[in-house]
């Protein structure tokens, strides 16, 4: 009887710690492990694929910062979009989308392209198309990045400089 009363005791204290959800030990959902295409905050997939080269607003880096003003109020979101996820063929910038042998889903490339373009938007930014250096070539007819940056760079070499 004594033997029956502990084991039925036993046997209802596991029951009630197996159901309570503060064992120590159990990871939050959120420490949870998740697959890489389930990562959809813009800084971590910046931090995780882009900052080594591109740095920040205060570091520098081995390529331009994409918190560069100048850079992002000429800079066309379908440009960013096809370097992103593409890279540019020759140099250490590589395709990070999925059909180009990266790791980001289109989903994710567009986060980073979005966010990236998001930091021109910023009030901090004093470069307006208003106040383009002259060098700039106004909206319409040649702009070379319309062309594409991969046609642009394969102009320098030949040319020894831009085209004019």
């Given at each position: 009887m004594?033997?029956?009363?502990?084991?039925?005791?036993t046997?209802?204290g596991?029951?009630?710690?197996?159901?309570?959800?503060?064992?120590?030990?159990?990871?939050?959902?959120?420490?949870?492990?998740?697959?890489?295409?389930?990562?959809?905050?813009?800084?971590?997939?910046?931090?995780g694929?882009?900052?080594?080269c591109?740095?920040?607003?205060t570091?520098?880096?081995?390529s331009?910062?994409?918190?560069?003003?100048?850079?992002?109020?000429i800079?066309?979101?379908?440009?960013?979009?096809?370097?992103?996820?593409?890279?540019?063929?020759?140099?250490?910038?590589?395709?990070?989308?999925?059909?180009?042998?990266?790791?980001?889903?289109?989903?994710?490339?567009?986060?980073?392209v979005?966010?990236?373009l998001?930091?021109?938007?910023?009030?901090?930014?004093?470069?307006?198309?208003a106040n383009l250096?002259?060098?700039?070539?106004?909206?319409?007819?040649?702009?070379?990045w319309?062309?594409?940056?991969?046609?642009?760079?394969?102009?320098?070499?030949?040319?020894?400089g831009?085209?004019?």
């Open positions: 004594k033997l029956l009363l502990l084991t039925l005791s046997f209802a596991i029951i009630g710690l197996a159901g309570c959800d503060q064992l120590p030990g159990k990871p939050k959902p959120s420490d949870r492990w998740q697959p890489p295409e389930a990562e959809k905050n813009f800084q971590v997939l910046f931090n694929n882009c900052r080594a591109h740095a920040g607003e570091n520098i880096g081995a331009i910062s994409m918190r560069d003003p100048l850079y992002l109020a800079i066309p979101r379908d440009v960013v979009r096809k370097v992103t996820a593409e890279g540019i063929p020759g140099t250490t910038m590589p395709g990070f989308a999925k059909a180009n042998g990266g790791e980001l889903t289109d989903e994710q490339v567009d986060i980073i979005n966010g990236i998001d930091w021109g938007k910023s009030k901090s930014s004093q470069v307006t198309k250096p002259s060098l700039f070539c106004p909206f319409g007819r040649r702009q070379p319309r062309r594409g940056l991969q046609s642009v760079l394969r102009e320098l070499p030949r040319t020894g831009a085209k004019r």
